[in-house]
């Protein structure tokens, strides 16, 4: 009965693969000190104030779509049946505990399930041990006792909040109802969507909405940039939460659907993830002139070839305030002698901090994934070819912000 159940976890167990830190563990590690440093980082950011939660998203979406969310899903047959502590659950001759991927499973069921302070302890075939700690606490019940359906929902939300389709990990803000708490952050200032449904019933309930920043500060594998996701939007792709759920004040929701069970997810741009910036007017992005590694040398625009020249990381410094540095010559995006005059032209330089290196990015409501990017020191400026042209080669400007199409930008993970 129980391996049955563990054929139908299989669409789960072949994705889970929770980051356990910032440091780059790999998907599917079983380490305890990676346990551990996922745990600090959490508490750094707001889980013993219950006010939201700092957490690591990369659960490859591949195992998740196309094998079991159109059949049973984590339906009983036991697991929700027994504690996760009991003897009839996670038996050592599952397959769960028996591959890399049903363990990560194990580890990601149990972190979400769990507080931090808790764990659960089962073996594989081989009599190893494996201990894994909770942490965010949403069924805590689960422990000694069976999952109903308040458990099951507030599981389904946590999972869901945490794929990402492309198994990169990535920094994210969760807050909702119950142990994660209500919150916001600072650090994670776009709103990506809301997640919801019970995957633990026949057929699969996995579904999301739109948060109002979704197509913000875009990051690889989660909302506005992924691909075969195991969840649907059951109000249409083109709305957002707003306008379907109960909105619990500014944070996040307390009711999507027939859901009462919401965990909201807010990120921001990824320290760790390469960027093309690219022109809306003209499609043709940002780069160095020349693949030059010089201080002063121009940036301008040019049709994308994947050049290391024309590639970003976009690195939060402050609320609003962030630098741009390029990956080839690891200097960042700069106004010549820190001018916000109109027709200043862009350069690189080495970072120092100073104002000119640092830009805001407006995400434009009326054109979804469109910026405008300023400087903080004059955000009625934004950047653009001189003159608007669409030519290789064009020098990029600083320019009094006009709603020409010439003026906004795609910023796009690589």
């Known amino acids: 009965m129980f391996e049955k159940l563990n054929n139908k976890l299989t669409w789960l167990a072949v994705s889970l693969a929770l980051a356990s830190s910032l440091t780059g563990c790999e998907p599917g590690s079983d380490t305890q000190a990676a346990d551990s440093s996922e745990s600090e980082l959490a508490s750094q950011n707001g889980l013993s104030m219950l006010n939201g939660l700092s957490l690591t998203n ?9 094998n079991g969310l159109s ?13 996760l502590n009991g003897t009839k659950a996670l038996t050592s001759t599952s397959t769960l505990m028996n591959s890399t991927s049903g363990r990560s499973l194990v580890s990601y069921i149990v972190k979400c399930a769990l507080p931090s302070g808790h764990s659960i302890t089962k073996k594989d075939t081989g009599g190893t041990s494996y201990t894994y700690p909770g942490l965010i606490g ?10 109903g359906t308040t458990c099951q929902e507030r599981m389904s939300a946590c999972l869901l909040a945490h ?9 994210i803000w969760i807050d909702s109802e119950g142990a994660i708490g209500w919150g916001q952050s600072t650090d994670y200032p776009y709103q990506e969507g809301s997640f919801f449904g019970n995957v633990f019933v026949s057929p699969p309930v996995a579904q999301y909405c739109n948060g109002k920043d979704f197509d913000s500060g875009t990051v690889p594998g989660r909302l506005g940039a992924n691909s075969n996701a195991p969840y649907t939007d059951p109000f249409g792709s ?24 919401v965990v909201t997810v807010w990120r921001n741009f990824d320290v760790n993830t390469q960027y093309k910036i690219c022109n809306k007017q003209n499609t043709k992005c940002l780069e160095v002139a020349g693949s030059s590694k010089t201080a002063g040398a121009a940036i301008q625009q040019r049709t994308f070839a994947s050049a290391a020249n024309q590639k970003w990381t976009i690195t939060q410094i402050s609320p609003k305030h962030y630098k741009v540095v390029n990956v080839n010559s690891g200097m960042a995006l700069d106004l010549t002698g820190g001018s916000t005059n109109d027709n200043t032209a862009l350069i690189q330089s080495s970072y ?14 009326d ?48």
């Open 58 to 66: 990369g659960l490859s979406g591949n195992g998740l779509s196309g």
């Open 71 to 83: 059949g049973n899903g984590l339906s009983g047959n036991g697991l929700l049946m027994d504690p």
């Open 138 to 147: 949403t069924a805590p019940e689960w422990e000694a006792s069976t999952c």
């Open 163 to 171: 794929v990402n389709t492309s198994g990169v990990h990535i920094p």
């Open 238 to 261: 083109t709305s957002l939460c707003s306008a379907y759920c109960t909105a619990h004040g500014t944070d996040g929701f307390d009711k999507c659907g027939n859901y009462t069970h």
């Open 352 to 365: 120092s901090g100073t104002a000119s290196q640092q830009w805001s990015f407006q995400s434009l409501a």
């Open 367 to 414: 054109q979804l994934g469109s910026y405008e990017i300023s400087p903080p020191a004059k955000t009625a400026s934004t950047i653009w070819p001189a003159s608007g042209v669409a030519t290789d080669g064009a020098a990029i400007q600083a320019v009094t912000y006009n709603t020409n199409d010439a003026q906004k930008w795609y910023i796009s993970p690589l």
